[in-house]
């Protein structure tokens, strides 16, 4: 593999590590706001346990749990399938996030 593609290679692999833990505080403040003004229910099961603690312990529950995982990616980043699994994270938090602003584009409305 060429240096270049290994250069290209290890900025997105940093830039998904980063994006991640950014994305996954954005989720849980929107999962926040959703559960608690009562527009959603939090769906993983796991995580509505969580929210049990209230707002703090959901969020450091929360921010703890995905953070180990992309750190342990992070230490695995050498291996194809960790690499790729913190692209593939991100790319679904994306999604996710998405999700998130049209909903509330969606609440926004309809609140007019």
């Known amino acids: ?21 950014v994305l996954n505080m954005v989720d849980a403040v929107f999962t926040l706001v959703w559960v608690k003004t009562g527009v959603a229910a939090e769906g993983n099961p796991f995580m ?19 953070s180990l995982g992309v750190l342990l990616l992070w230490r695995l980043r050498h291996r194809k399938a960790a690499a790729a699994a913190l692209v593939a994270s991100a790319i679904g938090y994306v999604s996710i996030v998405c999700f998130h602003l049209t909903a509330a584009t969606h609440i926004v409305v309809s609140m007019r």
Request: proline share 0%; aromatic share 2%.
């Open 1 to 21: 593999m060429s240096d270049i593609v290994r250069m290209s290679t290890r900025r997105i692999v940093e830039t998904a590590a980063a994006a991640l833990v």
């Open 48 to 66: 509505d346990r969580a929210m049990a603690h209230g707002a703090v312990g959901f969020m450091v529950i929360k921010l703890a749990l995905v």
